[in-house]
């Protein structure tokens, strides 16, 4: 392993091996930890069918749960985020059934979306690319799920993980906004190994990974949009030997995302001077 590549794997928290079962108990004390910890009487997560807010929603639950049994106060809220009707709604559908959650509300938010569009063109006289529309839909699932933690004394649980924070692939302060990420130091992998080991269906643990942000493309995958396989990022991210024009473009991606994962940058800050 190369010495950029240690630093990087040090900095993701990515295990070449977990137990699942003990993961599991791991990430749900920290959130019932937390919950306690800052008083907050709610958790709040958008499910959009994949794996990892499939994942993260259940660890809620479970936490929710385990709060409850020690005579706490706390449930969970799962927000379906839908973009009118989602093309793959059957899958959201199986992800919600399998969580289980305390709550479930449906937040479509074609509309707010559509009147932020009109506002763009009629205040910038253009019209907002399908990709930059994309990050608006992000963004307001985003304050959704802010407004619903506001209402019920809540944190914004986030789904970010060692394989998209390495890449950046996430939308500033849209799914990348949140309070609490109970999926970091995981990788891809792992995150569907846990979800095996928790006994969601097959169809759910395995779902090809998508962003579903932009209107003219529905369900284009990850892989297709970074050009680079979860199964690269993750054999990287757990210290193995991948291809060095594939080390190349994981390590250019994760200098070029450095102002993603940190605070807004400020004139104390000089990292990004390298
Ligand atoms: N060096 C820097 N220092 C400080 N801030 C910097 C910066 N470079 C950009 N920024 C800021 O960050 C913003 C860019 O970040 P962000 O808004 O997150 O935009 P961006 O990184 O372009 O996209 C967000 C993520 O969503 C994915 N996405 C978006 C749309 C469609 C699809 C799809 O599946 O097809 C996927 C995309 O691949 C990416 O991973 C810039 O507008 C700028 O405000
Ligand atoms: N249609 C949606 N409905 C509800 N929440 C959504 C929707 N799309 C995105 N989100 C929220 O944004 C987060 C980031 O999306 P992302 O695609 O990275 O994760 P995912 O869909 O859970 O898993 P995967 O990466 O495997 O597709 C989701 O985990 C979810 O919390
Ligand atoms: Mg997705």
Known sequence: MSELQRVIVEEMGVAPQIDPAEEVI??????????????????????????????????????GEQIRS???????????LPYDVQHDEADAAAAMEFISPDHAHTFNIAEPVRG?????????????????RGNVKARIRMIAQYAIAGEHRGVVIGTDHAAESVTGFFTKYGDGGADVLPLFTLNKRQVRQILHHLGAPEAVAEKVP?????????????????????????????????????????????RATRHKRTTPVSIADDWWRN
């Open 210 to 254: 998508t962003a579903d942000l932009l209107d003219g493309i529905p369900g284009r995958t990850d892989e297709d949009e970074l050009g680079i396989s979860y199964e690269d990022l993750d054999d990287y991210l757990e210290g193995r030997e991948v291809p060095e024009t594939v080390a190349h473009a994981i390590e250019a991606r994760w």
């Open 26 to 63: 791991r990430r749900v004390d920290f959130l019932v930890d937390y919950m306690a910890a800052v008083g907050a009487e709610s958790m709040v997560l958008g499910i959009s069918g994949g794996v990892d807010s499939t994942l993260a929603g259940r660890l809620c639950q479970l936490a």
């Open 116 to 132: 932020f569009d009109a506002a763009y063109r009629e205040s910038l006289g253009a019209e907002l690319s399908d990709y930059h």
């Open 70 to 80: 020690q005579g706490g106060r706390a449930s969970f809220h799962a927000v379906r």
